[in-house]
């Protein structure tokens, strides 16, 4: 069962990206608060969690939580600053809209870019430990794919209504015989 918080005293936001391993689309990020109470029996790690259960849980994650924002950077920007920089400006930008300053991050992964005057804890496959990370994991992940299903309408040969810009057997092929479009990693050297 995933631990509801690290400390009991604080108001804690869990915060996680997805998309970082993609060879396109943005990268996205969310942070969620939720009650020291919350429990659902289908919340874990978004990658535990099939895309039915993923799409259950987030209007619920949503309503539930104290408070909960999400953000993205744009391929272009991963371009430029870098996919580990990247990730850390999405989860900041999604912190900053929170209507609620927490006292507390608690942030999926092992580095961070310190937020501003809110002490954080990296905690390694946090997605999977504590509750408010696995819920930001579940949006972060859901938003990203939706958007990822709108871009797949416009360029429907690359597959990412399936392998949401994943280097998957078929995103490669597609880009090989068809080259990379305007959502494309550039930085990622993806074709040698």
Not at 10 to 23: I, N
Not at 149 to 154: G, I, T
Request: aromatic share 8%; proline share 4%; hydrophobic share 40%.
């Amino acid at each position: 069962m995933l631990a509801p918080f690290l400390d009991k005293t604080k108001t804690e936001a869990g915060v996680d990206e997805a998309g970082r391993g993609c060879y396109a689309g943005p990268v996205f990020a969310a942070a969620v608060i939720l009650p020291k109470d919350f429990y659902h029996p289908l919340l874990n790690d978004s990658k535990q969690v099939n895309e039915k259960n993923r799409d259950i849980l987030r209007p619920i994650i949503e309503k539930e939580s104290i408070s909960f924002a999400v953000a993205s950077v744009d391929n272009h920007e991963i371009d430029s600053i870098n996919i580990l920089q990247a990730s850390f400006k999405a989860m900041h930008l999604a912190i900053e809209q929170l209507n609620i300053l927490p006292q507390q991050l608690l942030i999926d992964g092992n580095r961070f870019k310190m937020y501003p005057n809110i002490k954080h804890q990296c905690i390694i496959k946090g997605d999977g430990i504590y509750a408010s990370i696995a819920a930001a994991s579940i949006l972060a992940k859901t938003y990203r794919d939706e958007h990822m299903q709108q871009l797949h309408k416009e360029y429907a040969h690359y597959g990412w209504d399936r392998n949401k810009g994943y280097g998957t057997a078929v995103h490669r092929k597609a880009i090989a015989e068809n080259g990379l479009c305007q959502y494309h990693r550039k930085s990622f050297n993806i074709i040698r």
